[in-house]
């Protein structure tokens, strides 16, 4: 009687494996190989995938739709194009006949005897020759910016053009007062716009005036375009007229008294951002919170929070409310605060001090985000115990609108302040 047992180590390759044959009371044992019995052993809670399992739907390259112009030119891609683009049939003719109307007949059969079928091979093809311009345009219109302007002749210049004096400018005047009628029933507005067209600020070539020859970028189209109009509704343009259709900046503006412009000016920045779940009676609610801070870079920072369901919401809402709890700090010369203050919220503890100038900010990011958002140039700082990230920012708020000014301690000492540098140096400092 015998029997076979396979041995195999599991760190080695399982496409070799010993096969250990013994038999009782008899020779050694024979050792053969049995290639491919076993699959590789995976050290890994995933199951092993032989292949890569193939896509439900196929994929749509541009290649095979003819949209390349290297492939466009392929025989298999020209006649399975050209094939979709067949001649009508006489069925398909007759068929089309009761259905369409004579005057709509007619052009079906003036387009198909018009328009080629190499034609429509050819349209719509991405160029991909050194020639190709970098963007996608069907170049129906002429584009101010990307397209050379039509510019003036190069003749239209006059080196001795200058402006009016005044006293030409008053003789234009004269002139434009004699010529008026004496008759009271006549239209003066009318005469002064005729005025306003046809007279000249400048003495020289009229040319080079009404048509000069400029090299510089075209204006920028007035609001009378109705598309330009549209865009700039839209918040696309350079005006404040976008801001009128957003109803939050429009409630930010009420509550602050501020406009679009100066509202836009500020330095925002998130500071805190993290998922946070609500467990109610109908299961969980996730929503995402975000603290972040605003200030001028002069005086004036403030810090707000916004939690949403959706991050945009969320991250709007605390850069509003930033710019809603904005609150002066005071600073020394501008750059740094007046002594060393602190602050402490939860277990969280924390000591701004006031450095020289040219010092810098050598603190932690979240104190150094707020300290360039106030203004400050100058200081140092160092976090004790607990480093939360958001009673960190709260108690940096609290240390920067704790400072005690000297008009204050010499208030209440019932002292006089002098400002000594005045006093020795004869206010040069």
């Excluded at 250990?20 to 190989?33: D, E, F, K, M, Q």
């Excluded at 990011?365 to 115990?385: F, M, N, P, Q, W």
């Amino acid at each position: 009687m015998s029997r076979s047992q396979s041995l195999r180590c599991v760190f080695t390759d399982s496409s070799k494996c010993l096969q250990l044959s013994t038999t009782p009371r008899s020779g050694p044992p024979a050792i053969t190989y049995l290639h491919n019995t076993r699959k590789r052993r995976h050290f890994h809670t995933s199951p092993s995938h032989a292949s890569r399992p193939s896509p439900k739907f196929p994929n749509v390259k541009a290649s095979s739709l003819g949209l390349t112009n290297s492939d466009s030119t392929k025989p298999q891609v020209r006649q399975s194009t050209l094939a979709n683009y067949a001649p009508f049939t006489p069925a398909a003719l007759a068929q089309l006949k009761k259905t369409t109307t004579p005057a709509q007949f007619a052009a079906i059969e003036a387009g198909e005897s018009s328009i080629a079928p190499e034609d429509l091979l050819n349209q719509a093809v991405i160029r991909q020759d050194p020639m190709a311009i970098p963007y996608l345009d069907d170049f129906s219109e002429i584009r101010a910016v990307i397209d050379n302007p039509v510019r003036n002749s190069e003749k239209n210049y006059d080196p001795n053009l200058r402006f009016k004096t005044e006293d030409e400018i008053l003789s234009d005047m004269g002139k434009f007062v004699e010529g008026l009628s004496d008759d009271p029933n006549a239209s003066i507005e009318n005469e002064w716009l005729k005025f306003e067209e046809k007279t000249r600020l400048m003495v020289g070539m009229e040319d080079a005036e009404l048509k000069s020859r400029s090299y510089e970028a075209p204006e920028i189209p007035e609001l009378t375009d109705p598309m330009t109009r549209a865009a700039v509704n839209a918040g696309q343009g350079y005006g404040d007229e976008g801001a009128n259709d957003d109803q939050h900046m429009q409630r930010l503006m009420k509550q602050t008294g501020m406009d679009p412009r100066t509202i836009r000016r500020f330095r925002s920045k998130v500071l805190v951002q993290h998922r946070v779940v609500n467990q109610t009676r109908m299961g969980k609610v996730a929503s995402m919170y975000y603290l972040s801070v605003a200030g001028n870079g002069s005086g004036m920072v403030g810090i707000g929070e916004g939690k949403s369901t959706e991050p945009e919401d969320a991250k709007r809402q605390s850069e509003m409310n930033a710019v809603k709890n904005l609150m002066p700090i005071v600073r020394y010369e501008d750059r740094t605060i007046f002594g060393d203050v602190k602050g402490k919220v939860g277990a969280t503890e924390l000591t701004l001090m006031t450095r020289p100038p040219g010092f810098g900010i050598r603190c932690q990011h979240l104190i150094y985000e707020i300290c360039k958002c106030a203004g400050i140039e100058d200081l140092a700082a160092r976090v004790t115990r607990a480093r939360n990230p958001m009673n960190t920012v709260k108690a940096t708020m609290q240390a920067l609108l704790s400072q005690r000014l000297p008009e204050e301690v010499a208030r209440a000492r019932g002292k006089k302040l002098v400002d000594v540098r005045k006093v020795y140096y004869g206010g040069n400092v």
